[in-house]
């Protein structure tokens, strides 16, 4: 079995999102469960500043959790996931010396650590899942080794080693399974996710064309057509009309060149703006692309960069004033940075574009989000092709 590089969250954004409500429930209910059992076997405690202190561990690294798999700070990144699994391995270590010499095992460490791997299952990849399972596993065992009143359980010692650490290997290996199969899922389905973004890169191909037929046939109508017209019904030419067919044919030119300039995000921006039913609304001219690099997007970085105009452009604090989009070049590399005014008391991920800034981050790893109210600013980059 393949282990993966990518987490259920990067391949799945939106889906990967969704988990986030049970991530935080599942964080408090680790913490309520250790610090249950911990007053519950109190009697057994015989250091009990070291009880404190693993639960106090126990809850840094269930905050962590919480911490890391925020949208503005997605994907769950390696750093986080080291020091969430660290924390967690502190508070198991604590729990165990602070019942040093009784003929508990281990307490509630392996459980709360297997856990806490479990619910990070849609965030890391598997086999991150899978190491970190076996070294918390090896050190567990090494512990339940070391305590003084193993051998005077009525079991064999290789016994109680194994159920000290057996809830651990069972949630680590189930969350490596969960995260296994949720990649298998998003692979079952890849070919039609294909076909899709082909059909919506398509679709966007030919409205932008469908643009550049309707503003020709616009300028013809409202000049040419009733020039030539003019023209027939006098039946003669005069400098007058040369003067101005002169005219027209330079205003058609710009025009040409206009289109030639014109990109998808020039489309996308008038149709978002049309779309909104806001007079207020800008158009494509807040759009600067002296290097014409918008066209080096991939298809999926266009898509969600389209998801999230329209969602900004529909968003009731939305204010046009201050919107503008400026992309540059710098070497191989482009630049993208989007400023807007956002005129609304609730946070960011309250107001429906939390999880459009989680795909975000997802598409555009390096994004930066940034909100001092009322402006928001975003700034990412993109290969140049």
């Given at each position: 079995?393949?282990?993966?590089?990518?987490?259920?969250?990067?391949?799945?954004?939106?889906?990967?999102?969704?988990?986030?409500?049970?991530?935080?429930?599942?964080?408090?209910?680790?913490?309520?469960?250790?610090?249950?059992?911990?007053?519950?076997?109190?009697?057994?405690?015989?250091?009990?500043?070291?009880?404190?202190?693993?639960?106090?561990?126990?809850?840094?690294?269930?905050?962590?959790?919480?911490?890391?798999?925020?949208?503005?700070?997605?994907?769950?990144?390696?750093?986080?996931?080291?020091?969430?699994?660290?924390?967690?391995?502190?508070?198991?270590?604590?729990?165990?010396?602070?019942?040093?010499?009784?003929?508990?095992?281990?307490?509630?460490?392996?459980?709360?650590?297997?856990?806490?791997?479990?619910?990070l299952g849609p965030y890391r990849p598997s086999r991150d899942l899978l190491g970190a399972t076996l070294?918390?596993?090896?050190?567990?065992?090494?512990?339940?080794?070391?305590?003084?009143?193993?051998?005077?359980?009525?079991?064999?010692?290789?016994?109680?080693?194994?159920?000290?650490?057996?809830?651990?290997?069972?949630?680590?290996?189930?969350?490596?399974?969960?995260?296994?199969?949720?990649?298998?899922?998003?692979?079952?389905?890849?070919?039609?996710?294909?076909?899709?973004?082909?059909?919506?890169?398509?679709?966007?191909?030919?409205?932008?064309?469908?643009?550049?037929?309707?503003?020709?046939?616009?300028?013809?109508?409202?000049?040419?057509?009733?020039?030539?017209?003019?023209?027939?019904?006098?039946?003669?030419?005069?400098?007058?009309?040369?003067?101005?067919?002169?005219?027209?044919?330079?205003?058609?030119?710009?025009?040409?060149?206009?289109?030639?300039?014109?990109?998808?995000?020039?489309?996308?921006?008038?149709?978002?703006?049309?779309?909104?039913?806001?007079?207020?609304?800008?158009?494509?001219?807040?759009?600067?692309?002296?290097?014409?690099?918008?066209?080096?997007?991939?298809?999926?970085?266009?898509?969600?960069?389209?998801?999230?105009?329209?969602?900004?452009?529909?968003?009731?604090?939305?204010?046009?004033?201050?919107?503008?989009?400026?992309?540059?070049?710098?070497?191989?590399?482009?630049?993208?940075?989007?400023?807007?005014?956002?005129?609304?008391?609730?946070?960011?991920?309250?107001?429906?574009l939390g999880v459009y800034f989680a795909v975000l981050r997802i598409v555009f790893t390096d994004l930066?989000?940034?909100?001092?109210?009322?402006?928001?600013?975003?700034?990412?980059?993109?290969?140049?092709?």
């Amino acid at each position: 079995m393949a282990e993966r590089e990518q987490s259920y969250q990067q391949l799945d954004p939106i889906g990967g999102y969704s988990t986030r409500p049970v991530t935080v429930l599942m964080s408090l209910g680790i913490f309520v469960y250790a610090v249950i059992v911990t007053l519950r076997g109190w009697n057994v405690v015989t250091e009990p500043a070291l009880a404190v202190a693993s639960l106090v561990a126990c809850a840094a690294s269930v905050l962590g959790t919480v911490y890391w798999s925020s949208s503005l700070r997605a994907p769950f990144s390696r750093m986080g996931f080291i020091t969430t699994v660290s924390l967690g391995s502190l508070a198991m270590i604590l729990s165990a010396i602070s019942t040093w010499g009784g003929k508990s095992t281990l307490g509630w460490g392996p459980i709360v650590i297997g856990l806490i791997i479990l619910q990070l299952g849609p965030y890391r990849p598997s086999r991150d899942l899978l190491g970190a399972t076996l070294l918390i596993a090896i050190v567990g065992g090494f512990f339940a080794i070391l305590r003084p009143g193993i051998n005077n359980l009525d079991k064999p010692q290789l016994v109680t080693i194994v159920e000290s650490v057996l809830p651990l290997i069972a949630l680590g290996l189930a969350s490596r399974a969960y995260a296994t199969a949720l990649g298998k899922t998003l692979d079952a389905g890849a070919p039609g996710l294909a076909i899709a973004e082909n059909a919506a890169t398509a679709e966007l191909r030919a409205d932008i064309t469908r643009s550049v037929q309707q503003d020709r046939v616009t300028i013809l109508n409202r000049t040419v057509v009733p020039f030539l017209t003019d023209v027939l019904e006098r039946n003669a030419v005069t400098a007058e009309d040369r003067d101005r067919a002169s005219v027209i044919a330079n205003s058609i030119r710009t025009m040409m060149v206009a289109d030639v300039d014109r990109s998808w995000l020039d489309t996308v921006i008038d149709e978002a703006g049309q779309a909104s039913g806001n007079s207020s609304v800008p158009g494509s001219e807040v759009v600067q692309d002296d290097h014409h690099v918008a066209s080096s997007m991939s298809p999926k970085q266009r898509a969600m960069v389209r998801a999230l105009l329209v969602a900004l452009f529909a968003h009731p604090g939305f204010d046009a004033d201050g919107f503008g989009i400026l992309l540059l070049r710098n070497d191989d590399t482009c630049a993208f940075t989007l400023t807007a005014k956002l005129d609304h008391e609730e946070s960011l991920l309250r107001s429906g574009l939390g999880v459009y800034f989680a795909v975000l981050r997802i598409v555009f790893t390096d994004l930066q989000l940034t909100f001092e109210p009322p402006t928001l600013t975003l700034r990412f980059s993109y290969d140049h092709k």
